[in-house]
């Protein structure tokens, strides 16, 4: 598993690019943020949080940062939302086309990545849809579910882990890239599982300085610039870790 990390590092080396967006992103969305609502300059929560990152990173996967209930969204934040969901699908069809392209072995330039941004931003801010739909059925089932509820998450994470990566690898249609992504996952559970865990284990250990510093003025515009690269470096592993899947599962020559 670690063979992933050390080949995400070398071409996050190599390619800045990859993880310069990701940090551009964060602080589009800090600004935007700070543009809706008021936006602490000092983070008064402290957690520990595992999160294994697919596509690109967000500071909240890192930080315990405040979060609204939905059915108390106004007009702004429910804007705001729209907002982070609509940019993160646009952006995520260039970042995960260029990433896939470095990976097997072609060229890419600005040009293909926006032309990656628009020709995947319908299916993929509908694929982010759906997840914030399932995710918000599940929570809202978690009194009725009771320990299920737990069990519930762990079988959705893994199981849609790969989806948006087996739609723009593969350019497929939405249903598509959901059987693609389950029936890769199910393939390699062990192998996946594994991943994850080790990934995880990884955010959480970072998790606690990243948290520490969020503590202090402006500390966690600092932490998007460290959690930009490192959670690219996880992300891009996860994205190597897909295209060695299915490069077996195809017959291709496997990564080297």
């Known amino acids: 598993m670690v063979v992933y990390l050390s080949r995400a590092r070398d071409l996050i080396t190599h390619q800045r690019w990859i993880w310069l967006a ?23 929560d402290f957690a520990i949080k595992f999160v294994v990152p697919a596509g690109i990173p967000d500071e909240s996967d890192i930080l315990e940062l405040p979060q609204l209930p939905l059915g108390e969204l106004d007009s ?51 694929v982010g849809l759906l997840l914030l739909i399932l995710g918000l059925v599940v929570v809202g089932l978690s009194a009725m ?4 509820f737990i069990i519930a998450w ?27 992504g389950w029936e890769t996952a199910l393939g390699s559970l062990g192998e996946l599982v594994g991943f994850m865990l080790l990934v995880a284990a990884c955010t959480a250990l970072l ?10 003025p402006l500390g966690y515009l600092a932490d998007i610039v460290i959690w930009g690269y490192a959670g690219s470096v996880f992300a891009v592993s996860a994205c190597v870790f897909y295209q060695q899947l299915r490069e077996k599962a195809e017959g291709s020559p496997p990564l080297t």
């Open 207 to 216: 998790s606690i300085p990243l948290n520490l510093l969020a503590r202090f």
């Open 154 to 180: 762990l079988l959705i994470i893994p199981l849609t882990f790969f989806w948006m990566m087996a739609l723009v690898r593969e350019d497929l249609g939405v249903g598509t890239a959901f059987q693609r």
């Open 76 to 126: 702004p934040g429910l804007m705001l939302m729209l907002l982070y969901m609509a940019l993160r699908a646009f952006l995520t069809g260039g970042w995960y086309g260029g990433i896939f392209r470095l990976l097997r072995g072609e060229t890419r330039d600005p040009a293909s990545f926006w032309d990656d941004c628009r020709h995947y931003f319908g299916r993929l801010f509908m």
């Open 145 to 148: 579910l009771g320990p299920l």
């Open 22 to 44: 990701a940090v551009a992103v964060m602080l589009v969305e800090f600004s935007l943020a700070a543009f809706f609502s008021s936006v602490a300059l000092v983070q008064a």
